[in-house]
């Protein structure tokens, strides 16, 4: 924590009483070590966690995803933030034990984020969003549903339609087109709840969605439905989402889910 903040805190605390004291240390550290996520579609040249580990976020090449990487620093950085996450380099894709931890630990990572940007490089800023790619990846829907404050950054990292509210989720327009993209509810997009409430629909809406690897399919759904599972790379997609739905209808008991 930076002297400053430190020195403010101490002058804070010496007037306070013992409980204001605590609840004054707990929230400035909470705000201190709030952070914001990253969604966005893969490209080329995405900088993994080798390649970012021990650099200079500002240092490194500007080329392909290391470019995209150090904007969405920048964006988090005005916004105050000091700490940002994302899947490109935050996570140790060779270590098959922190994959499997991530996959099942994504839904709350961005549900606790204080803000997750979202960066969509194929609509430009004078443009709607409703036909971004981003709408049709499978890993993208928990990153829509599971953030409470989200912010949509368009291919040169302007603020879509330019709207400066701190959370495009509160704007009336922005919702009307993301129900129209997504097909989902407002309700679920503003106040969503992981777990099997009619798992019909939430299938459905991953339906038209795909993903890189087939069985992420699967994966991406796991947090939505609130399903710990083994991660298993290199079945098919086939199995992964028999186990899926195999999981579902045992929680749930409904078997119209299969009809989805």
Same mark, same amino acid.
């Given at each position: $924590?930076?002297?400053? %903040?430190?020195?403010?805190?101490?002058?804070?605390? +010496?007037?306070?009483?013992?409980? %204001? +004291?605590?609840?004054?240390?707990?929230?400035?550290?909470?705000?201190?070590? %709030?952070?914001?996520?990253?969604?966005?579609?893969?490209?080329?040249?995405?900088?993994?966690?080798?390649?970012?580990?021990? =650099? @200079?976020? =500002?240092?490194?090449?500007?080329?392909?995803?290391?470019?995209?990487?150090?904007?969405?620093?920048?964006? #988090?950085?005005?916004? &105050?933030?000091?700490?940002?996450?994302?899947?490109?380099?935050?996570?140790?894709?060779?270590?098959?034990?922190?994959?499997?931890?991530?996959?099942?630990? $994504?839904?709350?990572?961005?549900?606790?984020?204080? *803000?997750?940007?979202?960066?969509?490089?194929?609509?430009?800023?004078?443009?709607?969003?409703? @036909?971004?790619?981003?709408?049709?990846?499978?890993?993208?829907?928990?990153?829509?549903?599971?953030?409470?404050?989200?912010?949509? =950054?368009?291919?040169?990292?302007?603020?879509?339609?330019?709207?400066?509210?701190? &959370?495009?989720?509160?704007?009336? @327009?922005?919702?009307?087109?993301?129900?129209?993209?997504?097909?989902?509810?407002?309700?679920?997009?503003?106040?969503?709840?992981?777990?099997?409430?009619? #798992?019909?629909?939430?299938?459905?809406?991953?339906?038209?969605?795909?993903?890189?690897?087939?069985?992420?399919? #699967?994966?991406?759904?796991?947090?939505?439905?609130?399903?710990?599972?083994?991660? *298993?790379?290199?079945?098919?997609?086939?199995?992964? *989402? #028999? +186990?899926?739905?195999?999981?579902?209808?045992?929680?749930?008991?409904?078997?119209?889910?299969?009809?989805?």
């Amino acid at each position: $924590m930076g002297s400053q %903040q430190y020195n403010q805190l101490l002058s804070s605390c +010496r007037t306070c009483t013992p409980d %204001q +004291r605590t609840t004054l240390i707990h929230t400035t550290i909470s705000r201190y070590f %709030q952070f914001v996520m990253f969604s966005h579609r893969w490209g080329v040249n995405e900088p993994l966690l080798r390649d970012a580990e021990g =650099y @200079s976020i =500002y240092g490194m090449s500007t080329e392909g995803g290391f470019g995209k990487l150090q904007a969405f620093c920048l964006r #988090a950085c005005e916004q &105050n933030y000091l700490w940002a996450w994302s899947d490109t380099c935050c996570i140790d894709k060779d270590s098959s034990a922190e994959l499997q931890e991530a996959i099942g630990s $994504m839904f709350g990572w961005y549900r606790r984020s204080a *803000l997750t940007i979202v960066h969509l490089s194929d609509v430009a800023s004078t443009s709607s969003f409703g @036909s971004s790619e981003w709408f049709r990846r499978g890993w993208t829907l928990q990153e829509l549903l599971a953030p409470q404050t989200v912010q949509f =950054y368009t291919q040169d990292w302007s603020l879509y339609k330019n709207l400066s509210c701190s &959370n495009h989720k509160t704007d009336v @327009s922005v919702m009307e087109e993301l129900e129209k993209a997504t097909g989902v509810e407002s309700r679920s997009l503003l106040d969503f709840s992981p777990g099997m409430d009619d #798992a019909r629909s939430r299938l459905q809406w991953a339906s038209l969605r795909c993903t890189t690897r087939p069985e992420d399919i #699967a994966y991406s759904l796991f947090g939505i439905f609130g399903i710990h599972l083994p991660v *298993l790379y290199g079945e098919s997609a086939e199995k992964a *989402l #028999a +186990r899926l739905l195999v999981e579902i209808i045992s929680q749930s008991g409904d078997i119209s889910i299969l009809d989805w």
